[in-house]
């Protein structure tokens, strides 16, 4: 039989045959993980160029002790047809008739197109005045249904859990919405001044030196209390009631001595 290199024709076919093999399952595995390369990358572009509806309870942006309810399109392209679900439904401490917070036609019916970017904050309710109130629900399951603009259709479900910020601390601060407020009450104030309305002010103008004024002012603070004892002892009958007077007269005789003004009707001490 004839060999080459010491091998039968039927081994060579044989070696051939394997290496056939080996290399056409080399290319299948090559192929698969082409493929597989092919589909992440494919995932990874639809996942970044997809529409991305968030539903959130956040921190109000004036009051920590306020909770928004916020709806956002994070991603790149439009939302179309967008749900909102919850369970169970959200509900006030305070709800007003007519405008409870579940009846929000936001959650009644679908949104035609929500763009990118676009951030839609509305108030939900003052964390304080919940907190008495055990029949309020505090952990809401939220599901959001929308398409993209080749009508393939998405579902996200959020937790919003109002127990999240439980026991954390807040800071406060005065942000442009409470200095337009504070302006509103200036402006109200002023709007009441006399003095803005015609530009006339009466003024108490003193001429006299200030030391004569400070004279006469006491001067007259003595005489004043010096009436007041005489009718007290007048009316008192058997009570003392001169006493406070007479004694506020002579502190302010005093005074007037130390001013250099001789004062001799003082009461005895």
Do not use: C
């Not at 956002?72 to 749900?83: D, F, L």
Request: charged share 30%; proline share 5%.
């Amino acid at each position: 039989m004839d060999t080459f290199w010491g091998l039968t024709a039927t081994a060579w076919t044989a070696i051939y045959t394997l290496l056939t093999f080996g290399l056409l399952a080399m290319t299948v595995i090559a192929g698969l993980y082409a493929k597989r390369q092919w589909e992440t990358t494919r995932d990874a572009q639809v996942e970044a160029t997809r529409p991305y509806v968030l539903v959130t309870l956040e921190p109000g942006e004036r009051s920590m002790q306020m909770v928004d309810f916020v709806v956002r399109n994070i991603g790149v392209r439009p939302a179309y047809n967008v749900t909102i679900s919850i369970e169970p439904p959200l509900l006030r401490a305070r709800e007003r008739e007519g405008n409870e917070m579940a009846a929000m036609r936001l959650l009644r019916e679908p949104t035609a197109m929500i763009p990118p970017g676009q951030v839609t904050r509305l108030f939900y309710d003052h964390m304080p005045e919940r907190a008495d109130k055990d029949d309020l629900p505090e952990h809401h399951t939220a599901v959001v249904t929308y398409q993209d603009s080749s009508g393939k259709e998405w579902t996200d479900t959020f937790d919003l859990d109002l127990r999240m910020l439980e026991g954390a601390l807040f800071h406060s601060y005065d942000d442009l919405h409470t200095v337009s407020q504070t302006m509103k009450k200036i402006e109200k104030t002023l709007s009441h001044a006399r003095v803005l309305k015609s530009g006339e002010i009466d003024v108490a103008a003193v001429t006299e030196p200030r030391a004569d004024h400070e004279v006469r002012v006491l001067r007259e603070e003595y005489e004043s209390e010096l009436e007041r004892a005489n009718l007290m002892r007048q009316v008192g009958g058997e009570r003392d009631w001169a006493k406070e007077p007479e004694e506020n007269a002579r502190k302010i005789a005093e005074r007037l001595r130390d001013l250099g003004v001789n004062v001799d009707d003082a009461p005895p001490a």
